[in-house]
C-alpha cells in the first residue's frame, strides 16, 4: 500500500482562485487544480492508495466548516484502493482547545494539521503545546508545517531549534514534522532532532536536497519514521514515487517509506 501523507485540496468553488493565488505567493506549479477529482486523477496515474489531506484552519471561526468537510470526504473504512484519509484542522486562538480537540477525534479523524506559518505561532507556543498534549491524551496524530514556507518565508515559527524545546515538554503522541523536519533547514534538522521521536515527511523536500542527503538525514533519523509525502499539488505523486524508488537505498528502507510507516501510525 502506497500513502500519501502530505496533500491539499479545497472545495470546488473556491479551488481556482487559492490555487492561483498561492502560486503567485511561492512562486511554484501545481500539478493538479486542487480539487478533490484532480488529486483522485494524480492517484489513479500514480498508484497511490491513499492520501492524507491536511487542512489548515488560518481563523478560529472556520474550525466548523473545515473540520466538517474532512470528515465528509473521509470513508468509514479504508479499502487502500484511491481513497482519501483527512487530518482535522484548529486554530491555536480557539476559545476552547480541549472541546474542539476532542470534536476532531469524536468525529473519527485520526490526526490533526498545525501550519504555525499560516497561523503565525510558533511552535513551542503554549497554545499550541496544549493542543498537542490534548491530541495525544485523545491519540490524535499531529502533523506540523516545518521549516521555511517558500510563500511566507520572512519569519519561520518552526525551527528544529523549537521543536527541540517542544519535545522536552511534550510527553507521548505521535507527532510529525513536514518537509524532512524543516524546509531548508536541514543541517539543524540533523543537529537537533535526528534520532528523536518524531517522525518526518518527505514533503516538497525531494528535489530540494540531494539523494544522498535525503538518505543519509532518513538513516540518522530512522528510516522507520520517514513517511511518504509529496504536498500535492505542488509537487507530482507519480514524480515523487519515481525519485525513491530510484534512489540508492534498500528495497525494505523504501518499502517502509512508501507506506508501511504510514500504515502503522494510522493503525489501518
Same mark, same amino acid.
Given at each position: 500500500?502506497?500513502?500519501?501523507?502530505?496533500?491539499?485540496?479545497?472545495?470546488?468553488?473556491?479551488?481556482?482562485? =487559492?490555487?492561483?493565488?498561492?502560486?503567485?505567493?511561492?512562486?511554484?506549479?501545481?500539478?493538479?487544480?486542487?480539487?478533490?477529482?484532480?488529486?483522485?486523477?494524480?492517484?489513479?496515474?500514480?498508484?497511490?492508495?491513499?492520501?492524507?489531506?491536511?487542512?489548515?484552519?488560518?481563523?478560529?471561526?472556520?474550525?466548523?466548516?473545515?473540520?466538517?468537510?474532512?470528515?465528509?470526504?473521509?470513508?468509514?473504512?479504508?479499502?487502500?484502493?484511491?481513497?482519501?484519509?483527512?487530518?482535522?484542522?484548529?486554530?491555536?486562538? =480557539?476559545?476552547?482547545?480541549?472541546?474542539?480537540?476532542?470534536?476532531?477525534?469524536?468525529?473519527?479523524?485520526?490526526?490533526?494539521?498545525?501550519?504555525?506559518?499560516?497561523?503565525?505561532?510558533?511552535?513551542?507556543?503554549?497554545?499550541?503545546?496544549?493542543?498537542?498534549?490534548?491530541?495525544?491524551?485523545?491519540?490524535?496524530?499531529?502533523?506540523?508545517?516545518?521549516?521555511?514556507?517558500?510563500?511566507?518565508?520572512?519569519?519561520?515559527?518552526?525551527?528544529?531549534?523549537?521543536?527541540?524545546?517542544?519535545?522536552?515538554?511534550?510527553?507521548?503522541?505521535?507527532?510529525?514534522?513536514?518537509?524532512?523536519?524543516?524546509?531548508?533547514?536541514?543541517?539543524?534538522?540533523?543537529?537537533?532532532?535526528?534520532?528523536?521521536?518524531?517522525?518526518?515527511?518527505?514533503?516538497?523536500?525531494?528535489?530540494?536536497?540531494?539523494?544522498?542527503?535525503?538518505?543519509?538525514?532518513?538513516?540518522?533519523?530512522?528510516?522507520?519514521?520517514?513517511?511518504?509525502? =509529496?504536498?500535492?499539488?505542488?509537487?507530482?505523486?507519480?514524480?515523487?514515487?519515481?525519485?525513491?524508488?530510484?534512489?540508492?537505498?534498500?528495497?525494505?528502507?523504501?518499502?517502509?517509506?512508501?507506506?508501511?510507516?504510514?500504515?502503522?501510525?494510522?493503525?489501518?
Amino acid at each position: 500500500m502506497i500513502i500519501d501523507f502530505h496533500t491539499h485540496i479545497f472545495p470546488d468553488k473556491i479551488a481556482g482562485a =487559492t490555487i492561483e493565488n498561492l502560486s503567485k505567493a511561492s512562486d511554484s506549479k501545481a500539478y493538479t487544480d486542487g480539487t478533490k477529482d484532480g488529486l483522485q486523477k494524480s492517484m489513479e496515474a500514480s498508484g497511490v492508495d491513499i492520501s492524507v489531506v491536511l487542512p489548515v484552519v488560518t481563523k478560529p471561526q472556520q474550525f466548523s466548516s473545515i473540520n466538517r468537510y474532512a470528515r465528509e470526504i473521509t470513508p468509514e473504512q479504508f479499502l487502500g484502493g484511491g481513497e482519501f484519509l483527512s487530518f482535522g484542522g484548529i486554530h491555536p486562538d =480557539t476559545e476552547n482547545y480541549k472541546a474542539e480537540v476532542d470534536e476532531i477525534a469524536d468525529m473519527g479523524l485520526k490526526g490533526i494539521k498545525l501550519h504555525p506559518d499560516y497561523q503565525r505561532v510558533f511552535i513551542d507556543d503554549i497554545r499550541y503545546m496544549r493542543i498537542m498534549d490534548r491530541a495525544a491524551e485523545r491519540g490524535l496524530i499531529v502533523i506540523a508545517h516545518a521549516g521555511v514556507d517558500v510563500g511566507l518565508p520572512e519569519v519561520v515559527h518552526c525551527t528544529p531549534k523549537r521543536v527541540e524545546h517542544v519535545l522536552g515538554q511534550i510527553d507521548g503522541g505521535i507527532l510529525v514534522m513536514a518537509h524532512m523536519g524543516g524546509w531548508n533547514c536541514w543541517e539543524d534538522v540533523e543537529k537537533y532532532l535526528a534520532g528523536s521521536r518524531l517522525y518526518f515527511d518527505t514533503a516538497y523536500s525531494l528535489g530540494h536536497m540531494e539523494d544522498e542527503h535525503f538518505i543519509r538525514l532518513s538513516r540518522k533519523h530512522g528510516v522507520d519514521k520517514i513517511l511518504f509525502a =509529496t504536498d500535492s499539488p505542488w509537487d507530482g505523486q507519480k514524480e515523487f514515487l519515481s525519485r525513491i524508488r530510484e534512489m540508492n537505498m534498500k528495497e525494505d528502507e523504501k518499502k517502509a517509506i512508501l507506506g508501511e510507516n504510514a500504515r502503522r501510525i494510522l493503525k489501518l
